[in-house]
């Protein structure tokens, strides 16, 4: 397909009122050219912002690019020899880190794949790490599903990283410069991509609550990592955005305490201060390995107090 053809594809589809409704593509195809004024003919390069500006972004992204390195690392052994590269962004869609063999950095660097590169879908419509970002999903763009005609030589995979308390932090993206990539192959990436935001997600989640108890409750959604952060006295101090959605909280920002057994459904049983009786209980029973004796020498009361209150609240 020629680039002219191309936008002209891209404009009528564009421009037909029913294809949104039927189609994610063409709503991103929609959204670039009537919301962010754009031209799918455009041949003017990616933006690229200063280096000052740069290191602005990655500053504020040091959390999670400290603990997504190894996890970059990683991820590339896998796809780096197959023509591929992978790349970090922020939330605003600015390349912050890339990984790229170097037979291959002169093809990305001419794409704009390279840090300081803003593919926001403001800036580039329809792509990767731009529509992942706008609909907060992971996704594949492969070729001819780009906005831009110039853009259509790449395949594009990405998943989204959400931060400690909800919030979109940035992206992961492999892109190829493999002019036979299949999408069958593109497929198999998306889920090493997925797969590995999760694990990023996962570890700036337990990075952030060092000091919590962490809590990985089951889960149905695969690429949802649905932790939650516990204090010492069982309430909830963070939870990630699966979790935050698996159990009905808020979708990003901070939370209101609540107890972990109330999310976890375990409130059979004493209520209120009764149940940190029993709790507390049976925690001393467990480290005195169920002598009665020690368990209340660590409790500061008696033997026949301990008895007592162990048969109220139902404990032998």
């Known amino acids: 397909m020629t680039n002219s053809t191309h936008a002209e594809r891209v404009l009528r589809t564009a421009t037909d009122p029913a294809a949104a409704a039927r189609s994610r593509l063409a709503a991103s195809w929609r959204r670039s050219l009537d919301h962010h004024g754009l031209d799918p003919a455009q041949r003017q390069g990616v933006h690229r912002i200063t280096e000052a500006a ?19 690392d990683a991820l590339f052994q896998l796809v780096g020899t197959s023509g591929c590269a992978v790349l970090l962004t922020d939330a605003q869609g600015v390349v912050l880190d890339l990984r790229s063999a170097e037979g291959d950095r002169g093809v990305f660097e001419s794409w704009g794949l390279w840090p300081g590169a803003d593919w926001s879908e403001a800036s580039e419509g329809t792509n990767g790490i731009g529509t992942c970002i706008a609909e907060h999903r992971r996704i594949t763009v492969h070729r001819d599903e780009h906005f831009h005609a110039r853009n259509i030589a790449m395949s594009c995979m990405d998943a989204p990283i959400f931060g400690p308390e909800g ?5 992961l993206d492999v892109s190829s410069a493999r002019v036979d990539q299949t999408e069958g192959f593109n497929r198999l990436i998306a889920a090493m991509v997925a797969q590995t935001a999760r694990q990023i997600e996962t570890d700036t989640f337990r990075a952030a609550f060092r000091e919590a108890r962490i809590i990985v409750a089951d889960q149905d959604d695969s690429e949802a990592a649905v932790l939650l952060a516990v204090d010492q006295d069982d309430i909830v101090q963070g939870a990630t955005r699966g ?10 920002g901070p939370l209101a305490g609540c107890p972990a057994s109330d999310l976890l459904g375990r409130d059979d049983g004493p209520r209120g201060f009764e149940r940190a009786q029993r709790a507390a209980m049976n925690r001393a029973l467990a480290r005195a390995g169920g002598n009665v004796s020690e368990a209340a020498r660590m409790l500061g009361v008696g033997r026949a107090t301990l008895y007592r209150r162990m048969k109220r609240l139902g404990l032998h």
């Open 54 to 72: 740069l290191a602005e972004h990655r500053g504020r992204a040091e959390a999670m690019r400290h603990v997504a390195t190894p996890r970059l």
């Open 167 to 171: 919030e979109l932090i940035g992206a």
């Open 243 to 252: 979790a935050r959605r698996a159990f009905g909280l808020s979708a990003a």
